[in-house]
């Protein structure tokens, strides 16, 4: 026994010895991908591991080198720093082959780390040479300029407007260009590329890339994203043989023009067009350069039909149609702008989980119930999972055949995919183009929130075939949405709360797609309350570095001349200033940069759009009177079950938007202390004294110690504020006996929800908030789960929803890290280096396992009734928040704590 101990320890020994930091994550610009783009500065920083606990990072040295030539071009020494996140490399002139950036690190015994793997960095150029090229220009298309209300689309007028619109604009194209074969050497090559509104590139048949809608949406007039693709080693692979460029086109929200199917607005910013620059360069410093221009060619593509909205139809006899000279497009009027947040990709894939067929005799009343035709044999696939994407399929059959996918979320009474409450018709054909081979399809320019997939037309193998229909040989369901990393798990020893997290962050994957939208079919729409609202859930949850700068610039390319900021962004359609202006939602602006700098510890996005905020600030002083703001949505969706959701109903609304002018001042007051701003910094404290008494003047009831009509939200948001005063006891009492009296039971909404679970757990109510949500009732998400929802609802209650996919309600994630796992940084630090591990088993909770990442690296907690085990990445330090009342600190590494009686 002696000599085993003996042994363990020499090899401890022999660990710590051998033991060094290595660097696993590089970033540049908060990209982690293989090839970052820079706009302009680029600002670094690296994850780091090590073998032994408490290690830190003692000095770095960083090396930029030319890609192709090798040249070095910065390095910075051995830098005395335990810094490791946005460091800044000097100016970095545009190249047409970029740089590789490398980092190594020393830890605490002095002993250096190997190298990195390296990132490349390619400088976006000042501008792009090639023209927007497609089929027709907007001018020849007739397409009507600007966007519109949805109030006009049944009105005679607009439907003339649109009348004589020529067809040719809402086709899919396809756009070519055969190059000569290369004869010398190729080093290097790289293609920027956008494609209105979507397009799919292909270099001699092969996709480039694993994007899905690429590029992401934007606010058209303001902004034009484009792709940047290294094809290096698929170019060097076609070294000596023509090079065929093409480029699948489809509409996507650049150009909604509603016609035949669903569509929830319409709007067009052009026909499907294409912008190209290939940039070879050769190993003899040579370079060549394809654009597109007049010399392109354009034919019609095998997507007979394509809307965001309405779904895509395919005809694969149609690969090999005429040829047509390109025409120079007019291009959208934004800024050609590279895309540095994550692309869509198809990210998981579901096989059938149960099969049911639609009994002939209710066929007939089926198809009134969904207006629409459906064949005969119809059968539906419960693909077990809700979720946004389109289904995929292998089918084999005769030539001309068709088969047809309806999807949908519910299904009706006869057993039918039920698109009523989510955007009908919605559905994807696919028509066979050659006898006998298995082919394999599915939609590029479409997709929709859905569960059920309804087939007609075909056969799934197997199944009998006696009318000799297509057979299906493989059916998927394809959920797509943004690629940004997920870097969170959630469990408990309570499954309710377990399954909770998964109905959130299924809904936050399902819309978290080019923006965050409010749901995956009816609307698609980037409505902005739930992004600050469920701001933390989704930095909790996911990599957002890369992604919230791009929501941030669709709020400022959407901000109108006065400052408002309207309640979605993009903003391709108007639903009337009721809808268009509301403080809870345009608050997003100002709360979300925050949101981003406290848990990054990046200023960039509040030094960047300071003026932008500050006209949103000063709109909404513009709208008050006597310091009170009156319009908008309110406490939108709050409970009352004896009446229907929607407009606030237990809240004044004045009181929740003064609320968020209120938080906006607070939020503005630092925003200009932090940028040097002295004048505006005392300018909005000035305005916040000032609003805060008119407040508690207008709202506050003496005789029932609470605000307006003691609602929970109407109390619980002064007390996050901090805006009662010496009335904080007195209200929080209040806000209490609102709960009790409705039986431990909530009435907040969409906005108020936050608000309320925040309070209840800042002071301490977490077994009251425990108790409130620890139940299979409406109001909570026991009863979803109960009802078998797998993504969260729109509504407490799925049956009365027209959503069964929305994730505005599901800010009960905050509480599940920040407070159940208690991962949360210690008050006056950012960017979550500094953390105060704080866990709180209330109820019957035996255990809470929960993990997530900060720029550093992996934050884990694993507690129990008895012990608690701690992993704090390399770059941070914790405090422990013992059962006892006692802390520990401790650095990084793995920590494991048995508590004492």
Known sequence: ???????????????????????????????????????????????????????????????????????????????????????????????????????????????????????????????????????????????????????????????????????????????????????????????????????????????????????????????????????????QELSGTAVQIEALLGNGFFNVQGRERYTKLQTSFGAPQLLLQLVVTYADGSTRTIKTDKSWQWRLSPVTFNSIYGGESYDARLTQQARHDVVICEGARGKLVPQTAPPVKIMESFPVKSISHIHPD????????????????????????????????????????????????KLNQQGACNQRESGRQHFYEYTIGQD???????????????????????????????????????????????????????????????????????????????????????EKLGWLEQDHLCGPSLLYNYDMTAYVPKVIRDITDTQRNDGMVATIAPQYVSFGNLFDDSPEWGAALIIMPFQYYEMYGDNSLIKDN?????????????????????????????????????????????????????????????????????????????????????????????????????????????????????????????????????????????????????TLADTGNNELLYTMLNHDETPGYGFQLKYGATT??????????????????GQIDEWLFRTLAGIRQQDGSVGMRHLLISPTLVGDLQYVRAKTQSLYGEISVDCSRTEITVSIPVGCDATIQLPNGKTKSVGSGKHRIVFSD
């Open 1 to 235: 026994m002696k000599r085993l101990l003996t042994l363990a320890m020499g090899i401890a020994v022999a660990l710590v010895a051998n033991a060094k930091l290595q660097v696993i994550q590089q970033r540049c610009n908060h990209q982690t991908s293989e090839t970052a783009i820079v706009e302009r500065n680029a600002v670094v920083g690296w994850q780091m591991t090590s073998d032994i606990t408490e290690d830190i990072q003692t000095a770095y040295q960083i090396v930029v080198k030319e890609r192709v030539t090798g040249k070095q071009v910065y390095d910075s020494k051995k830098t005395l720093s335990q810094e490791s996140q946005m460091i800044a490399l000097p100016q970095l002139p545009h190249n047409n082959y970029g740089y590789t950036w490398t980092v190594r690190v020393w830890g605490r015994d002095d002993k250096v780390s190997d190298w990195s793997a390296g990132q490349q960095i390619r400088i976006a150029p000042a501008s792009l040479d090639a023209q927007w090229v497609g089929a027709i220009t907007k001018h020849d298309a007739h397409l009507p300029e600007g966007r519109f209300a949805n109030t006009q689309y049944k009105k005679d007028d607009f439907k003339a407007l649109w009348a004589d619109v020529d067809t040719l604009s809402q086709k899919s194209i396809i756009v070519s260009k055969e190059i000569a074969p290369d004869k010398k050497k190729i080093a290097d090559a790289i293609v920027y590329v956008s494609g209105m509104g979507h397009y799919e590139l292909t270099l001699n048949g092969k996709k480039v890339g694993d994007a899905e809608f690429a590029p992401l949406w934007s606010e058209y007039d303001k902004t034009i994203y484009y792709n940047v693709y290294d094809v290096t080693q698929r170019m």
């Open 436 to 522: 006998g081979r298995q082919e394999t399809w599915h939609p590029r320019f479409s997709y929709y929130g859905y569960r059920y997939i309804q087939v007609e037309g075909a056969v799934l193998q197997g199944m009998d075939n006696p009318d000799n229909l297509p057979v299906i040989t493989d059916l998927q369901s394809l959920f797509v949405y943004n690629s940004a990393k997920e870097i969170s798990a959630f469990e408990c020893s309570n499954d309710l709360f377990t399954q909770t997290h998964r109905l959130i962050e299924r809904a936050e994957r399902s819309n978290m797609q080019s923006v965050l939208t409010d749901c995956p079919h009816r």
């Open 362 to 409: 209710s066929i007939a009343a089926a198809e009134k119930q969904t207006k629409r035709s459906i064949a005969r044999g119809a059968f539906v696939c419960d693909m077990g999972q809700n979720l946004a994407g389109f289904p995929q399929i292998t089918v084999k059959g005769k030539k001309g055949q068709k088969v047809t996918l309806v999807v949908a979320e």
């Open 610 to 758: 300071y003026t932008a905020m500050a006209r949103y600030a000063d709109y909404l002083t513009s709208r008050s009177q006597d310091g009170i703001v009156s319009h908008g949505l309110g406490d939108w969706y709050d409970f009352d079950p004896e009446k229907p959701s929607g407009f606030s109903h237990n809240t004044p609304i004045p009181l929740v938007a003064t609320c968020h002018y209120i938080y906006c001042l607070q939020l503005m007051q630092r925003a200009a202390q932090m940028t040097g701003n002295t004048t505006d910094e005392k300018r909005y404290a000035d305005r916040l004294q000032y609003v805060v008494t008119e407040f508690n003047n207008r709202f506050y009831r003496p005789d029932s110690l609470s605000y307006a009509s003691g609602s929970q939200a109407a109390n619980a948001l002064p007390l996050f504020l901090g805006i009662t005063g010496d009335r904080h006891d007195a209200v929080l009492q209040s806000l209490l006996n609102d709960i009790a009296a409705h039986g431990n039971r909530l009435t907040t909404g969409d906005v108020g929800n936050r608000y309320l679970f925040r």
């Open 792 to 809: 969260l609802t729109e509504q407490w209650d799925p049956r009365n929803g027209t959503s069964w996919n929305h994730f505005m309600m």
